[in-house]
């Protein structure tokens, strides 16, 4: 029996040959990828319809040519060690099947980045070498695309959070701000409450003073009397400045040039300066004016300049400029307007943060007990402030201060400054009747006896409903003397507000030791006269009883 065995018919295996040949030739046909099959000399024998596309060449064109016209004849520094990726002597030392990138070039010589992979093979005693070149180009782009748009991303992202770290400065310098300034108020409620109690004992201790002062005394007792004098008068000043501060100061504002100010203070600043210190100044041309209280300004000049004069022990330079700022300039939201800066430079000590932190607080003080009341910048803030400007503080230590005042322009042109003098004491002519209304007995009972030492005839009312009643009663009065903050429903206002409604033949004057904001603003008419500060002399209530009487009502 003839042994049978498995193995195909001759005919069966060219059947499969076939197959795989066309396979394979159906493989390279719809390959997208260059498909490149080279001789032992590198020379193009296989060239896929895919390579044809990719490289421009037809396979007539192609066949038997060197892999050398595939290659760029330069390549980027970055690229040059891919170069062999073709090279037949580094082939063996490659993995096979290893991509690698390249550049590679079309027959219009245009190159294009590419991925490329190498495998050899023996056939037929020969070695041929299988190459497969895949363009990226469309990948390089997408991925130059995301890697700019994540840049942009980055950078958006940068550019946000930087704006939200900025805002986050912002509010919280905002909040800061907001804490000083209701720290200030605090101060300014606080200052001006004990000013207005203050200036109450003072009207009761200096119309005893003067009352006294009218009996005859021996010399020794004058001079008593004096110094007494002399320190309730320093205690007015003091309740001034405290006032001022608290932004409850009647101001007297007048259109002026801040250069013809400080000019005409030199000589005084010069006194009191001293002369180890260098005063110069740089005002501005074409200055704006501003609309202040030229009191207050000279104060601030002054007290500033003192300051400065203490941070110099050993000398130094010290100098007042003026100039117009608006805009990107303000320290602060001018709100659009526009301001006369003026500021006070020092080349002395300087402030740590800490310190100028608290420097506009009312009695804070760094210098030494007895030189000095810490009143001087809170007074300058005060008037700032009151005037409806800002005042800033810049010092580093060891380098100086600069403090500046911002000072709203004023529309109008400047007015004249005029220096009163002491005016004589006027008495009553006729003994005129006075109702004095105020609500503190000691008060009443001081200006009752100041009134009738005018030569008038004083009447009493502890209160406005007390004197609305006593006017109903049909007593003749002629002028009515009302302080403005009372206990009993009723203030000054209200009492004048009657007396011109129902009584328009009697005058009025009004007396205040607070002068608080609702004094400031209430409709108290011009041609009603000047609001009488306490502590007042008796030359001023004699001035005032004396205008009313002879003005005539609106």
Do not use: C
């Amino acid at each position: 029996m003839t042994e049978q065995t498995d193995q195909p018919a001759p005919n069966d295996h060219e059947t499969e040959l076939q197959i795989a040949e066309q396979q394979i030739s159906t493989i390279l046909a719809i390959a997208a990828d260059a498909i490149i099959s080279l001789n032992e000399q590198m020379r193009i024998m296989l060239f896929n319809d895919g390579a044809a596309a990719m490289f421009g060449y037809t396979k007539e064109e192609i066949i038997g040519q060197p892999l050398d016209i595939l290659i760029p004849d330069r390549f980027r520094p970055l690229h040059k060690e891919h170069v062999a990726v073709f090279s037949a002597s580094r082939v063996a030392a490659r993995r096979m099947g290893e991509r690698q990138e390249i550049f590679a070039r079309r027959k219009d010589g245009s190159e294009f980045p590419a991925e490329a992979s190498i495998a050899k093979q023996e056939i037929g005693g020969r070695r041929v070498y299988m190459v497969v070149v895949r363009d990226v180009t469309e990948r390089k782009r997408a991925q130059a695309e995301l890697a700019r748009a994540n840049s942009q991303l980055e950078e958006r992202v940068a550019e946000r959070t930087r704006a939200l770290e900025a805002e986050i400065k912002r509010r919280e310098e905002a909040h800061a701000a907001l804490i000083q300034a209701q720290r200030m108020e605090a101060f300014g409620q606080l200052t001006g409450g004990v000013a207005h109690d203050f200036n109450n004992l003072l009207t009761i201790i200096s119309g005893n003073l003067e009352l006294l002062g009218s009996n005859s005394l021996e010399p020794n007792s004058k001079t008593l009397l004096k110094r007494a004098g002399d320190a309730a008068d320093m205690g007015a000043a003091l309740t001034k400045r405290l006032l001022t501060f608290a932004r409850r100061r009647s101001l007297s504002p007048q259109v002026l040039d801040l250069n013809d100010l400080v000019l005409g203070l030199m000589e005084i600043l010069k006194r009191s300066i001293g002369e180890p210190i260098t005063l110069s100044t740089m005002l501005a041309g074409q200055l704006w004016t501003t609309r202040v209280d030229p009191s207050e300004v000279e104060n601030a000049i002054l007290n500033l300049a003192i300051n400065a004069r203490d941070a110099m022990p050993n000398g130094g330079e010290l100098l007042i400029e003026t100039r117009n700022v608006e805009g990107s300039e303000l320290p602060f939201d001018g709100g659009g307007r526009q301001f006369v800066m003026l500021s006070v430079s020092d080349s002395g000590d300087g402030m740590p943060p800490d310190v100028i932190e608290r420097a506009f607080e009312p009695f804070f003080t760094t210098k030494e007990p007895g030189r000095g009341t810490g009143l001087g910048l809170s007074t300058v803030y005060g008037f700032a402030q009151q005037s409806d400007g800002h005042a800033a503080i810049e010092s580093t230590p060891g380098r100086g201060t600069t403090v500046r005042l911002y000072l709203p322009r004023a529309d109008a042109e400047k007015s004249s400054v005029a220096h009163q003098s002491a005016e004589a004491v006027p008495m009553s002519e006729a003994s005129e009747i006075i109702l004095v209304v105020e609500d503190n007995d000691d008060v009443r009972e001081v200006t009752m006896q100041r009134v009738e030492g005018l030569g008038y005839v004083a009447l009493e009312a502890e209160s406005g409903p007390a004197a609305i009643s006593l006017l109903k009663s049909g007593e003749h009065v002629d002028l009515v003397l009302s302080d403005i903050v009372m206990a009993g429903g009723m203030s000054g206002y209200d009492v004048a507000s009657w007396v011109r409604e129902h009584a328009p033949h009697i005058k009025v004057v009004l007396t205040t030791g607070y002068a608080a904001e609702e004094a400031r603003h209430a409709p108290w008419e011009a041609g009603s006269g000047p609001i009488l500060r306490k502590p007042y002399k008796r030359a001023q209530l004699a001035t005032a009883l004396h205008d009313a009487l002879h003005r005539t009502n609106p």
